[in-house]
């Protein structure tokens, strides 16, 4: 993906070929350390996961939890 490439913020980034399951990790593990946050396994979803919106939503989620 290069700097130029645009999606819609609740498109499929599996189906778009812009993230396979190593870089889902990756993701994951990225998340966790910036946000200072914990996934719990159950929240390990395609809704929470496949799009820009379900990891925003998931993010501000857990953030708002830890408060």
Known sequence: MDSDTQFAENESLTKAG??????LLELLDHISERYSIEIPEDMLTP???????G???LIVKL???RS
């Open 18 to 23: 812009i993230i396979d399951s190593i870089g």
């Open 55 to 57: 990891i925003t939503n």
């Open 47 to 53: 809704d929470n996961l496949d799009s820009l919106q």
């Open 63 to 65: 953030k708002t939890e």
